[in-house]
């Protein structure tokens, strides 16, 4: 990477963050980000009343996107929630397309907002470079139609050459990420060009919730299996996105904020990294 393309570390980014429900991080834009937010892929179909009960519950940033289905829902949820439209964060997603900007537009459209807080390029494999993708949603930050840009499912070389060929660093990369997949790599290069990696699949869609390691330790701790993940996450500097539908599971996917995993705990769930993928393969690898 070269040097000078990287921003300089703000000063109140990972790893001072303080993690409390009120905390939030420093964007570039100097917007603030939720430490977590609601994913909304496969939403029960009565989106307004999930995404509603998630508000109730604490949840302030929701994750959405037009192959969700849910951005119109999000934003009805957003109108009936009584809050001011800058309390909540909301994240949307295009396709690597030339035509960013319209995409958002129509994004836009559909959640009837004037801005999302953050847009991402929906990448795959990887992340195909898609600068003209990035160039739209440059101009749709300066225009005032995202606060902040980033990708998804991008490869460190392929945020290099991004960033190479456009001189704009994105302020996250939206990958999966649980102790069964992860990258040291990808973590490490994030915390040095101040990129925030937002955890997709966090809870690796249900399926590793049963892995008798993780009951074990999270019992100790007197806490679900759940709540153990995303607190993995949370003590990374990594910001989790888990959906739930039900009541329950939202309002304990964000009581995580009264324990603290032990470091050597820390490096045992590390040590459950295989690589794993929720949607068949690690993208980012
Ligand atoms: N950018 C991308 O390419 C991309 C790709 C995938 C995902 N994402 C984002 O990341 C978000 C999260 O990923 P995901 O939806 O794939 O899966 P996930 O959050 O890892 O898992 C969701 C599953 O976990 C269950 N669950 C939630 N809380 C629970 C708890 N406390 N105890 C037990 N089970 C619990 C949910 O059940 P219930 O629903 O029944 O409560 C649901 O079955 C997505 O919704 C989306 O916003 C982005």
């Given at each position: 990477m070269n040097a000078a393309l990287r921003p300089a570390l703000r000063a109140d980014s990972w790893p001072d963050d303080t993690l409390s429900p009120e905390h939030s991080r420093l964007?570039?834009?100097?917007?603030?980000?939720?430490?977590?937010?609601?994913?909304?892929?496969?939403?029960?179909?009565?989106?307004?009343?999930?995404?509603?009960?998630?508000?109730?519950?604490?949840?302030?940033?929701?994750?959405?996107?037009?192959?969700?289905?849910?951005?119109?829902?999000?934003?009805?949820?957003?109108?009936?929630?009584?809050?001011?439209?800058?309390?909540?964060?909301?994240?949307?997603?295009?396709?690597?397309?030339?035509?960013?900007?319209?995409?958002?537009?129509?994004?836009?459209?559909?959640?009837?907002?004037?801005?999302?807080?953050?847009?991402?390029?929906?990448?795959?494999?990887g992340g195909d470079v898609d600068e003209l993708a990035w160039h739209g949603l440059r101009r749709a930050k300066r225009d005032g139609l995202a606060h902040d840009i980033g990708v998804c499912n991008y490869a460190i070389d392929s945020i290099?050459?991004?960033?190479?060929?456009?001189?704009?660093?994105?302020?996250?990369?939206?990958?999966?990420?649980?102790?069964?997949?992860?990258?040291?790599?990808?973590?490490?290069?994030?915390?040095?060009?101040?990129?925030?990696?937002?955890?997709?699949?966090?809870?690796?869609?249900?399926?590793?919730?049963?892995?008798?390691?993780?009951?074990?330790?999270?019992?100790?701790y007197g806490k679900t299996p759940a709540q153990l993940l995303i607190r993995w996450n949370l003590q990374q500097g990594v910001v989790p996105l888990p959906k739930a539908n039900h009541e329950q599971h939202l309002r304990e996917n964000l009581n995580v904020f009264d324990f603290d995993i032990a470091p050597q705990d820390m490096l045992r769930l590390n040590g459950l990294n295989e690589h794993f993928s929720a949607s068949a393969r690690l993208e980012y690898i």
């Open positions: 964007m570039p834009s100097g917007n603030r980000m939720p430490l977590m937010g609601l994913g909304t892929l496969r939403l029960s179909v009565h989106t307004v009343q999930t995404v509603g009960h998630a508000f109730e519950a604490g949840f302030r940033m929701v994750d959405t996107s037009p192959d969700f289905h849910t951005q119109r829902g999000v934003g009805d949820a957003i109108r009936a929630c009584g809050f001011d439209r800058d309390d909540i964060f909301v994240i949307s997603k295009v396709e690597a397309s030339a035509d960013s900007y319209a995409a958002l537009h129509k994004n836009l459209g559909q959640l009837r907002l004037k801005y999302v807080d953050l847009v991402l390029i929906h990448g795959s494999r290099e050459e991004l960033v190479y060929r456009t001189g704009e660093m994105p302020a996250v990369n939206q990958i999966e990420w649980s102790p069964f997949g992860h990258s040291p790599r990808m973590l490490d290069f994030c915390r040095d060009n101040d990129i925030v990696i937002q955890a997709s699949s966090p809870l690796t869609r249900a399926t590793r919730l049963n892995d008798d390691k993780v009951g074990t330790m999270a019992a100790r």
